[in-house]
């Protein structure tokens, strides 16, 4: 595919060789970032791990302060006696059987799942539908909990929700290119840190392998995890 000029010129300001600190590659996402739309940016950072083995499966959930400048649609998947804690937290869909049905006939039009505890055993027969999209709730990344109305809150204030795929790699957004780069830098700062409390026991060796941050329509930038507070 041939570079336009623009992109070249972009590419031209990022060293692929070169690890920057965070707060360098904050700014620089923002003046290489050349799509019209407010682009989201992401953190794809390689552990030091064996995702085979369960205990270094990693998985969990951080705030952002900043939140990730989307709000996600939450449907929460409850008993009638929960539903009004639900919907008064700000859930875009709160039920449970019509629901489920509706999943079952190829619904998707939502980004997070919030279940209570006494309810999972009817979703299950959907988590072949929500699994593979990492959609299914799960007590570890706090969506089956029995205080649903605070998962709710929490979601819709930037709490997000990661996992590392099957190369030990995880992907996940910080913001959007409209946020300012001392806020893209914070909100990577605690992903960073709660990957860092994260490590397992068993894993030997050097943690963060490698971090690299990009826009939608950027070059990747090279971060160097060792001038990250925290770390």
Not at 6 to 20: I, S, T
Not at 37 to 43: M, T, Y
């Amino acid at each position: 595919m041939k570079l336009t000029k623009k992109r070249k010129a972009v590419n031209g300001k990022v060293d692929a060789n070169k690890l920057y600190t965070l707060s360098e590659a904050t700014k620089i996402v923002k003046e290489v970032t050349t799509c019209k739309f407010d682009a989201s940016v992401d953190l794809h950072i390689q552990l030091g791990i064996d995702p085979k083995k369960a205990d270094q499966a990693i998985r969990g959930t951080t705030a952002l302060p900043h939140g990730t400048g989307k709000t996600k649609r939450v449907l929460v998947l409850t008993s009638p006696d929960k539903e009004e804690e639900a919907k008064k937290a700000g859930a875009d869909f709160v039920g449970l059987d019509e629901f489920v049905q509706k999943i079952e006939q190829g619904w998707m039009d939502f980004e997070v799942v919030i279940a209570s505890p006494n309810v999972m055993a009817k979703i299950a027969k959907i988590g072949k539908v929500l699994g593979p999209r990492n959609l299914m709730p799960n007590p570890k990344s706090g969506t089956v909990t029995p205080e649903v109305g605070k998962a709710v809150e929490e979601v819709k204030k930037g709490k997000i929700a990661f996992k590392v795929d099957k190369f030990g790699i995880v992907h996940t957004s910080v913001g959007r290119v409209s946020f300012s780069a001392d806020q893209l830098n914070q909100n990577a700062e605690a992903l960073l840190q709660t990957l860092a409390k994260l490590k397992p026991a068993t894993a030997k060796g050097v943690y963060f392998k490698g971090i690299s941050m990009a826009s939608t329509m950027s070059p990747g930038i090279n971060v160097d995890y060792k001038t990250v507070e925290g770390l």
